[in-house]
Protein backbone atom coordinates (compact mmCIF):
# COMPACT_ATOMS: atom_id res chain seq x y z
CA UNK A 1 0.00 0.00 0.00
CA UNK A 2 1.37 3.29 -0.87
CA UNK A 3 1.62 6.79 1.11
CA UNK A 4 -1.14 8.28 -0.61
CA UNK A 5 -3.21 5.23 -0.32
CA UNK A 6 -2.73 5.78 3.14
CA UNK A 7 -3.60 9.01 2.97
CA UNK A 8 -7.18 8.93 1.08
CA UNK A 9 -8.34 6.04 3.37
CA UNK A 10 -7.40 3.13 1.26
CA UNK A 11 -6.95 -0.06 3.13
CA UNK A 12 -4.78 -2.82 1.69
CA UNK A 13 -7.24 -5.81 1.24
CA UNK A 14 -6.90 -8.70 3.22
CA UNK A 15 -4.97 -11.85 2.10
CA UNK A 16 -7.10 -14.81 1.81
CA UNK A 17 -5.73 -17.67 4.28
CA UNK A 18 -6.97 -21.12 2.90
CA UNK A 19 -5.07 -22.67 5.83
CA UNK A 20 -8.03 -21.40 8.21
CA UNK A 21 -10.17 -23.57 6.66
CA UNK A 22 -8.58 -26.39 8.31
CA UNK A 23 -9.95 -25.16 11.45
CA UNK A 24 -13.44 -26.41 10.67
CA UNK A 25 -12.93 -29.76 11.59
CA UNK A 26 -12.33 -28.56 15.27
CA UNK A 27 -15.17 -26.21 15.15
CA UNK A 28 -17.64 -29.13 14.71
CA UNK A 29 -16.42 -31.27 17.31
CA UNK A 30 -17.69 -27.55 19.36
CA UNK A 31 -21.06 -27.38 17.80
CA UNK A 32 -21.63 -31.12 17.97
CA UNK A 33 -21.11 -30.92 21.35
CA UNK A 34 -22.82 -27.61 22.19
CA UNK A 35 -25.80 -27.75 19.41
CA UNK A 36 -26.40 -31.17 18.03
CA UNK A 37 -25.35 -29.88 14.86
CA UNK A 38 -23.54 -32.69 12.29
CA UNK A 39 -21.41 -32.39 9.11
CA UNK A 40 -23.08 -33.54 5.98
CA UNK A 41 -20.10 -34.97 4.41
CA UNK A 42 -20.78 -31.87 2.08
CA UNK A 43 -18.88 -28.94 0.94
CA UNK A 44 -18.95 -26.45 -1.97
CA UNK A 45 -16.87 -23.87 -3.40
CA UNK A 46 -18.61 -20.70 -5.09
CA UNK A 47 -16.94 -18.40 -7.65
CA UNK A 48 -18.28 -16.36 -10.93
CA UNK A 49 -18.09 -18.58 -14.02
CA UNK A 50 -15.37 -19.07 -16.06
CA UNK A 51 -15.77 -20.17 -19.62
CA UNK A 52 -13.16 -21.24 -22.18
CA UNK A 53 -10.24 -24.28 -22.38
CA UNK A 54 -8.24 -22.88 -19.86
CA UNK A 55 -11.21 -23.14 -17.09
CA UNK A 56 -12.00 -26.65 -18.47
CA UNK A 57 -8.54 -27.48 -18.07
CA UNK A 58 -8.48 -26.52 -14.20
CA UNK A 59 -11.60 -28.51 -13.96
CA UNK A 60 -10.40 -31.51 -15.40
CA UNK A 61 -7.16 -31.30 -13.19
CA UNK A 62 -9.83 -30.73 -10.34
CA UNK A 63 -11.60 -33.65 -10.56
CA UNK A 64 -8.37 -36.20 -11.38
CA UNK A 65 -7.08 -34.62 -8.03
CA UNK A 66 -10.05 -35.25 -5.88
CA UNK A 67 -11.20 -38.04 -7.66
CA UNK A 68 -7.48 -39.99 -6.84
CA UNK A 69 -8.96 -40.92 -3.87
CA UNK A 70 -11.12 -43.00 -5.55
CA UNK A 71 -13.88 -40.54 -3.77
CA UNK A 72 -17.35 -40.09 -4.70
CA UNK A 73 -16.93 -37.64 -7.62
CA UNK A 74 -17.25 -34.13 -7.59
CA UNK A 75 -20.46 -32.38 -9.32
CA UNK A 76 -20.30 -28.81 -10.79
CA UNK A 77 -23.60 -26.93 -10.71
CA UNK A 78 -24.91 -23.23 -11.03
CA UNK A 79 -27.29 -21.28 -8.80
CA UNK A 80 -30.19 -18.40 -10.10
CA UNK A 81 -27.21 -16.25 -9.14
CA UNK A 82 -25.17 -16.95 -11.80
CA UNK A 83 -22.93 -18.52 -9.72
CA UNK A 84 -21.03 -22.06 -9.94
CA UNK A 85 -20.61 -24.54 -7.28
CA UNK A 86 -18.26 -27.13 -7.36
CA UNK A 87 -19.24 -29.53 -4.87
CA UNK A 88 -17.82 -32.52 -3.45
CA UNK A 89 -18.75 -34.97 -1.00
CA UNK A 90 -18.05 -37.46 1.98
CA UNK A 91 -19.77 -40.68 2.61
CA UNK A 92 -19.77 -41.47 5.63
CA UNK A 93 -19.71 -37.78 6.02
CA UNK A 94 -16.01 -36.92 7.11
CA UNK A 95 -15.77 -32.94 7.52
CA UNK A 96 -11.51 -33.44 7.41
CA UNK A 97 -11.91 -35.06 4.06
CA UNK A 98 -14.70 -32.05 2.94
CA UNK A 99 -12.46 -29.38 4.13
CA UNK A 100 -8.93 -30.83 2.61
CA UNK A 101 -11.22 -31.31 -0.73
CA UNK A 102 -12.32 -27.60 -0.27
CA UNK A 103 -9.01 -26.17 0.54
CA UNK A 104 -7.52 -28.31 -2.87
CA UNK A 105 -10.45 -26.70 -5.17
CA UNK A 106 -9.70 -23.42 -3.61
CA UNK A 107 -5.81 -23.60 -4.11
CA UNK A 108 -6.08 -24.86 -7.77
CA UNK A 109 -8.42 -22.25 -9.05
CA UNK A 110 -6.33 -19.55 -7.19
CA UNK A 111 -2.97 -20.82 -8.79
CA UNK A 112 -4.74 -20.84 -12.28
CA UNK A 113 -5.98 -17.66 -12.29
CA UNK A 114 -9.20 -17.67 -11.12
CA UNK A 115 -8.68 -15.98 -7.57
CA UNK A 116 -10.76 -13.14 -8.36
CA UNK A 117 -13.38 -15.50 -9.38
CA UNK A 118 -13.70 -16.92 -5.89
CA UNK A 119 -16.78 -16.20 -3.85
CA UNK A 120 -16.81 -18.34 -0.71
CA UNK A 121 -16.16 -21.74 0.77
CA UNK A 122 -19.16 -23.97 2.36
CA UNK A 123 -19.33 -26.58 4.86
CA UNK A 124 -22.83 -27.59 5.91
CA UNK A 125 -24.63 -29.16 8.91
CA UNK A 126 -27.83 -30.37 10.35
CA UNK A 127 -29.45 -30.82 13.47
CA UNK A 128 -31.73 -33.64 14.58
CA UNK A 129 -34.63 -31.65 13.58
CA UNK A 130 -32.93 -31.48 9.90
CA UNK A 131 -32.23 -27.74 10.19
CA UNK A 132 -29.34 -26.83 7.82
CA UNK A 133 -26.32 -24.33 8.76
CA UNK A 134 -23.60 -23.57 7.08
CA UNK A 135 -20.25 -22.18 7.75
CA UNK A 136 -18.70 -19.79 5.08
CA UNK A 137 -15.92 -19.16 4.21
CA UNK A 138 -15.30 -15.55 2.54
CA UNK A 139 -12.29 -15.62 -0.07
CA UNK A 140 -11.84 -12.62 -0.27
CA UNK A 141 -12.08 -11.21 3.06
CA UNK A 142 -10.28 -14.22 4.52
CA UNK A 143 -13.20 -14.77 7.31
CA UNK A 144 -16.03 -17.11 8.10
CA UNK A 145 -19.39 -16.08 8.93
CA UNK A 146 -22.77 -18.84 10.09
CA UNK A 147 -25.45 -19.30 7.55
CA UNK A 148 -28.90 -20.51 8.86
CA UNK A 149 -31.11 -20.37 5.86
CA UNK A 150 -35.21 -20.98 6.71
CA UNK A 151 -38.36 -21.59 4.17
CA UNK A 152 -38.82 -18.50 1.99
CA UNK A 153 -35.56 -16.74 1.82
CA UNK A 154 -35.63 -16.38 5.59
CA UNK A 155 -32.68 -16.74 8.07
CA UNK A 156 -32.68 -17.81 11.53
CA UNK A 157 -30.46 -14.54 12.83
CA UNK A 158 -30.29 -16.55 16.54
CA UNK A 159 -28.79 -19.52 15.23
CA UNK A 160 -26.36 -17.47 13.16
CA UNK A 161 -25.26 -15.21 16.21
CA UNK A 162 -25.28 -18.49 18.36
CA UNK A 163 -22.81 -20.38 16.45
CA UNK A 164 -20.66 -17.10 15.97
CA UNK A 165 -20.21 -16.86 19.97
CA UNK A 166 -19.77 -20.15 19.93
CA UNK A 167 -16.96 -20.58 17.95
CA UNK A 168 -15.82 -17.10 18.34
CA UNK A 169 -12.05 -18.23 19.39
CA UNK A 170 -12.21 -20.86 16.49
CA UNK A 171 -12.69 -19.45 13.29
CA UNK A 172 -11.36 -15.89 12.52
CA UNK A 173 -15.19 -14.41 12.05
CA UNK A 174 -16.23 -11.14 9.74
CA UNK A 175 -17.08 -8.34 11.69
CA UNK A 176 -18.76 -6.74 9.42
CA UNK A 177 -22.91 -8.28 9.73
CA UNK A 178 -23.50 -6.40 6.59
CA UNK A 179 -21.40 -9.02 4.83
CA UNK A 180 -22.86 -12.18 6.29
CA UNK A 181 -24.27 -12.50 2.54
CA UNK A 182 -27.28 -15.35 1.75
CA UNK A 183 -26.84 -17.72 -0.02
CA UNK A 184 -30.05 -19.06 -1.14
CA UNK A 185 -30.13 -22.11 -2.76
CA UNK A 186 -26.62 -22.93 -2.26
CA UNK A 187 -25.65 -27.05 -2.57
CA UNK A 188 -26.10 -28.92 0.62
CA UNK A 189 -28.14 -26.14 2.63
CA UNK A 190 -31.82 -27.78 0.75
CA UNK A 191 -33.59 -30.25 2.76
CA UNK A 192 -32.44 -33.82 2.31
CA UNK A 193 -34.41 -35.76 -0.11
Keep these: MGFMDGLRGRRKPVRPNLDS ?49 EGPPIRVVSDHFGYTWIVVTTDPPDVGAVVTDLHAVNVTLSDHGFGPQLLCSLVPFQD ?13 RGTFYPFAPQADERRDSVVELQVRDLLRGELPWEADLSRWFPVWDAPGLQDPV
Design 21 to 69: LFAIPSAAITLQVSLDYLSTGEGAVAFRPAEGRAFADVEAEIRALLDAD
Design 128 to 140: PRGTRMALIYLYK
